[in-house]
């Protein structure tokens, strides 16, 4: 029994991958023949190849396709009677399909030179030969008689002019190079559709031929009882195994992420820690630098201003009694304290600072100070 079933699996595998050749074989076929169109649009005995060689091919867009391309080829080769033969075999056989639309009539037509897309043309008279004169009695409006008498034209009615023309020796008719519809068949549009259906043929045939070959080659593996798996063939055994180690790695990946944002974490926690303690650092010297001013005022020990100045000098660039670095009002005040006093007039804000000979009054601007937060030029001032 088991002989049997392998048998007729292998039956099977056999007939589809002959089918798959086949196939294959067609696709290889019309790239070829799109190759050779590419380099010769009008390698006629291509052309007339390609209906027998839609004949071999299973899906019927690529087949239409062949057939579009056979007409489209016949009418860019001047063959009008067999495109419109391949046209008329299209829409009756396979009157659903989109390939229909490439002949809808104007999509390839261009204005007629001829007539400017009018339809008529203006040409020389066909009775007066462009004269604009009555033939009849050749422009005088009388005709002699035998015996000298004169009659009246009967054909101009004695007014001397062409009766078809008016006498302007020109008239209008149908245009015979486009047949009075205005427009005529452009080569070049119809070039450039044909050659991109081409394009698109060739494009289509070598993307189905190579999903036959790996459908092909699926079969063929999974005939020896292989299976797919992350692109690669192998047994159900080899498969398990690899699951398996994937798995593996998984939660190795995970716990090392894990691991990884523990640590991270961690260090956010001390930083944070860290850049608590440093706050109360600064906050401790700055509370200790302004109980040790309010002192100095209370006791009457206040610095000189001199002594003042030289402190800020000391922790600040000073040039000619001004800041010229990027001091913030935080940062100098952590270093020298709070203003005694304060007063703003205008653009300018004033700090006083006491001392025990005097004040030591700071200009600043005020643009600067509330906007930017930066002392920088700020000038000191005895006073």
């Not at 008329?88 to 104007?106: D, V």
């Not at 700090?351 to 000979?357: L, R």
Request: charged share 25%.
């Amino acid at each position: 029994m088991k002989h049997l079933l392998l048998v007729t699996i292998l039956f099977c595998v056999t007939s589809a991958l002959a089918d798959n050749m086949e196939a294959v074989s067609s696709l290889q076929a019309i790239q070829r023949s799109c190759a050779q169109l590419l380099n010769s649009p009008v390698n006629t005995a291509v052309l007339k190849g390609l209906p027998k060689l839609s004949k071999t091919i299973d899906d019927e867009d690529m087949k239409v396709t062949v057939l579009a391309i056979y007409a489209m080829g016949m009418f860019y080769a001047g063959n009008d009677q067999a495109a419109n033969k391949g046209v008329s075999y299209i829409q009756k056989t396979y009157p659903a399909s989109p390939r229909i639309s490439l002949f809808g009539g104007m999509e390839y037509q261009t204005k007629c030179p001829k007539c400017h897309g009018s339809g008529i043309v203006d040409v020389p008279c066909s009775r007066c030969s462009g004269r604009g004169k009555c033939a009849g009695c050749n422009g005088t409006g009388k005709i002699k008689r035998i015996g000298g008498s004169y009659d009246t034209c009967t054909l101009c009615r004695g007014s001397g002019q062409c009766p078809t023309c008016n006498g302007s020796g020109r008239q209008t008719r149908r245009c015979r190079h486009c047949g009075g519809t205005g427009t005529i068949m452009s080569r070049k549009l119809m070039k450039d559709a044909y050659l991109q259906l081409v394009q698109e043929a060739m494009a289509s045939a070598a993307m189905q031929e190579q999903a036959i070959t790996k459908r092909a080659y699926a079969t063929k593996q999974a005939a020896k009882g292989l299976v797919e798996f992350e692109g690669r063939w192998m047994t159900r055994d080899e498969k398990q195994r690899e699951l398996t180690a994937q798995t593996a790695r998984f939660k190795a990946q995970q716990t090392e992420a894990e691991l990884k944002l523990v640590v991270e974490r961690r260090k956010e926690a001390e930083a944070q820690v860290n850049l608590l303690a440093e706050k109360k650092k600064e906050e401790d010297r700055h509370a200790k630098a302004e109980a040790q001013r309010v002192e100095m005022k209370r006791s009457g020990k206040l610095p000189t201003k001199e002594q003042w100045k030289q402190k800020v000098a000391a922790n600040f660039s000073v040039s000619v009694n001004q800041i010229s670095d990027m001091v913030s009002p935080d940062d100098f005040k952590k270093e020298m304290g709070d203003p005694d006093r304060t007063q703003t007039l205008g653009d300018r804000t004033y700090w006083y600072y006491f001392c025990s000979d005097g004040q030591i009054q700071m200009d600043i601007n005020s643009v600067t100070l509330i906007m930017y937060e930066i002392m920088s030029g700020a000038r000191i001032n005895d006073y």
